[in-house]
């Protein structure tokens, strides 16, 4: 029965994982701002460590090659790729905090590209033994989170404090807070505006044989522009209101600032958002409104009943892409002066420090990432199971 | 009992339904049939109110529609679409409790109901309740469309081409069903249907458009015998005379038969009709009164012989059922080159026999002007 084969994809994981030995492990810097150097797995950790490594990457790799169809088999590069995602930050830290030097005081240890590249190749392991365990909920939620819970626990209690891109967080421990946090608004707010209006569009299109050009026109145009032209765009009009009008400056709405943030992440929502209430409405079939209609239902009726339930996951699915886009144009916004963890960013960026720019860089993915799986879940919850039926084959 | 008095419905500048009058009788079957776009849709959506119209008053059991809620009124006619138009996110019993829900029954009541309409469309309650439409055929999905319509017991049910996107077979099938359905129902029925064939086999009275009128409202029979003028007749075809025949079932019809079992004594039999002379042909039964194949009093071997005497081996290719039309029994006549046909029932025994002198009659009756 369980036929011996190859698995391609833990074979590509383990590959680019035996791959990543030949990178730059780990970073030495004799302070956060200078280049430093690399160091290989080797040079970096305890010999017992890298040998603990380099072992479990021949295990994903054999795994890879002897693949048989039992639970083991499916388990085996998940398992793999948590224990390899946490030794990386937790070997690093090690590192970290085992290597002083009276002469450099401000010495710093950061993830190399090895390390990086590591980590990512342990998780196409999790990915791997997340396809195959489609049908076992509880050891796929267990391969796939555990790894991360892990990290997490880490870092809450102290263990990855050494870390580079942790002391910078630590050493502005209250402004990343209040930059999430804006960052956060931003993004959320924007995709609320976007969502009742853009719901609206949709509808409005679909009622009206003559606006539906000019909306999606419209729509489209604005997706089209990039983001910083767009945000730039913002600044001259609000300039110049905010001066005419007082008011509107007392509100904190000027040219810079959050307010041309605001407008133009919410245009940019737009377009996902009024698609999908346009497409949801279109693939309505009229017969179910007609017969809805001819059995006696009211307006409200058929609404709540039959358009909302049929059209809800498919809107929904507009706002999680609109979300998603949103969160990563927002880091973006910082630019002009909105705030939000784009400011570590270009903070980074113009310091030539490459930590900083990862305290900025990995939330706004870890947000993204958490954000889509939410909305993937929400829209699998609320999706009828006689419309999920004709999904299924799909996926 | 439904009144259409004087109804008009205009869509912009070209009018659908033109100043219509009908009646239809309580407890009947009204085919509305006619070319695309004669009106006959838009007039079953003007009688529950999914259109109003800009003239005329349409009186069901002698109330006024107009003073109804229009959703309240539909809740009490049936409604069955060409498309079906099962709510999808719903299951099989779900989408059949819509209108009781509708009306606010309890879950007793629907419960009971749903399960009485499954036994009424012979579907296995336990085997459909918690499908979901995609997981049926459209032959089921319509008998569940039937299902929804009838699950308030309305007195009117109003059918818009019904069973049009079904395919011949599973059609004739769903028409079967539902004249067994209405013979006990006895609902007040106005059938939508572009198929003349399908009108002439349901309906009571048949309705033909043309343009937002009725050119011709009567029997089945008598539209085909005797159509109004040149439109009627070009409509129901050269072939009216047979088409006609496809109303009159053959139990209707059909003769006693001269039979002789295989256990009577078939030489003695025999012998007495020939001297009768007034019956060549006779039916041959087994002990359990089927049917084996006619014999010629005339030529048979004595000793009589079970092999060489029975004129038509093949049997079930001259026979036709008792549930047959004239026309079938025409058609199965001219296709084996015979001018007498058994019938039998559902267990093959033989119930009686139809001769093409009988079939002459019918249509002599009818009078054709051509």
Known sequence: ?395 | MIHIRNVTKRYGTSIAVDDISLEIPTGEICCLIGPSGCGKSTLVKLINRMLEPEGGRILIDGKDTRDFQPELLRRHIGYVIQNVGLFPHMTVAENIAVVPQLLSWNREKIEGRTEGLFRLMRMEPNQYRDKYPRELSGGEAQRIGVARALASDPAILLMDEPFGAVDPLNREALQAEFMKIQSDLKKTVVFVTHDLDEAIRLGDRIALMRAGRIVQYDTPEEILAHPKDRFVSDFVGADRALKRLSRFPVSEFMKEPVVVKVTDDVDAFLAKIREEGKTRFVWLLDEQDRLIGPVDSRHVHRPFNREEDVMEANCPAITVRNSATLREVLSRMLGQGVKTIPVIDDDSRLVGEISIGEIEKVTEEAAFEC
Request: net charge positive; proline share 5%; glycine share 10%.
């Open chain 1, 1 to 395: 029965m369980h036929r011996v084969g190859i698995d391609r994809v833990t074979l590509a994981g383990a590959v680019i994982g035996l791959c990543s030995f030949g990178l730059h492990f780990a970073v030495l810097r004799p302070n956060r701002l200078s280049s430093g150097d690399g160091l290989f797995v080797w040079n970096a950790l305890p010999s017992s460590e890298a040998i603990i490594l380099v072992l479990l990457w021949l295990c994903a790799l054999g795994a890879g090659l002897l693949y048989r169809k039992n639970r083991p088999f499916r388990l085996a590069p998940g398992l793999i790729g948590n224990v390899v995602l946490v030794l990386v930050f937790l070997f690093t830290a090690g590192m970290a905090t085992n290597t002083t030097d009276p002469d450099l005081p401000f010495l710093r240890i950061s993830i190399g590209s090895g390390g990086w590249i590591m980590a990512f190749a342990s998780y196409i392991l999790i990915l791997s033994s997340q396809q195959k365990l489609a049908d076992r909920g509880f050891l796929r939620l267990f391969v796939s989170l555990s790894g991360l819970t892990a990290i997490v626990l880490l870092l809450a209690t102290g263990h990855l404090s050494d870390i580079s891109v942790i002391k910078e967080f630590s050493a502005r421990q209250g402004r990343f807070l209040s930059e999430l946090s804006q960052h956060l608004i931003i993004a959320g707010a924007s995709v609320g505006i976007a969502t009742i209006i853009g719901t609206g569009l949709g509808v409005w299109a679909f009622r009206s044989r003559i606006l539906e050009r000019p909306v999606f026109f419209f729509v489209n145009t604005v997706q089209t522009l990039p983001s910083l032209a767009l945000f730039g765009l913002m600044i001259a009009p609000l300039a110049l209101l905010s001066q005419r009008y007082p008011v509107l400056r007392d509100l904190g709405i000027q040219g810079i600032g959050w307010a041309p943030a605001l407008i133009a992440l919410s245009l940019y929502a737009l377009l996902p958002i009024t698609r999908n209430t346009y497409t949801s409405l279109r693939i309505l079939d009229p017969d179910v409104i007609e017969a809805g209609r001819g059995m006696g239902m009211n307006g409200l009726q058929v609404l709540w009943r039959i358009e909302i339930p049929l059209s809800l996951p498919i809107i929904l699915s507009g706002i999680r892409t609109a979300l998603v886009q949103s969160i990563g144009n927002t880091t973006v916004a910082a630019l002009i002066g909105a705030g939000g963890l784009g400011v570590f960013v270009f903070q980074g960026l113009g310091q030539a420090v490459p930590d900083l720019i990862l305290l900025g860089a990995i939330p706004v993915i870890v947000l993204s990432v958490c954000t889509d799986k939410l909305m993937a879940i929400l829209i699998h919850q609320i999706t009828p199971k006689g419309i999920a039926l004709q999904e299924e084959p799909a996926s």
